[in-house]
Structures are given as structure tokens and as C-alpha cells.
């Protein structure tokens, strides 16, 4: 699966501005995991936070919170999703 280097940069900058991570973009790693050891750092209510941001930005609705495990694990399981989203809108996640 192609991943556009700008959905990439969308999403880096997506959880820098949301959860006003001390970051930058080319410090977020795109296979770095988001949460638990050598990771971003986030926690559960940040979790929570991307997953209302990636709603109202992308239209990605992450209800099942094992899918939400999966995809937020790092920046490249985002960015993932949001092109599985993109071709098959329908789809639930």
C-alpha cells in the first residue's frame, strides 16, 4: 500500500498540534510507536484525543477500541488506515 509522504507530514502534525507534543515532525519517527516503551509517549486520554482528531479531520471513525489498538500504533498504521478509509469509506473500523 502507497503511502502519500504528505498523509504522513498531515498526520505528524495532526498529533503535534492536538496534543501539544514538545516535537517536531522529523522527531515522530513513522514506525515509532505511539505509546509504551521508546515510544511518542502518549498516553490513554491521548489516545482519546487522536481519535476524535482523526474523526473530524479525515472522517475516520475508530469505534471498536481493538481497532484503535491497531491503528494507533504508530504514525504508519495511521496513516494506513486513513488510505483503507479513503478508497472504502463504508467500511467500519
Known amino acids: 500500500m502507497e503511502i502519500p509522504k504528505e498523509l504522513i507530514l498531515q498526520i505528524k502534525q495532526l498529533l503535534i498540534e ?7 515532525a ?7 510507536p505511539l505509546f509504551g ?3 511518542v ?12 482528531a482523526l474523526d473530524k479531520t479525515f472522517g475516520l471513525k475508530i469505534q471498536d477500541p481493538e481497532a484503535a489498538k491497531q491503528i494507533l500504533q504508530s504514525v504508519h498504521t495511521i496513516a494506513e488506515a486513513v488510505v483503507q478509509h479513503r478508497a472504502n469509506p463504508d467500511a467500519a473500523q
Not at 522529523?26 to 515509532?32: A, C, S, V
Not at 509517549?41 to 476524535?52: K, N, T, Y
Open 26 to 32: 522529523e522527531e515522530i519517527g513513522n514506525q515509532q
Open 37 to 39: 516503551p521508546e515510544s
Open 41 to 52: 509517549g502518549l498516553d490513554s486520554v491521548d489516545a482519546l484525543q487522536v481519535v476524535v
Open 18 to 24: 492536538n496534543l501539544m507534543l514538545q516535537l517536531t
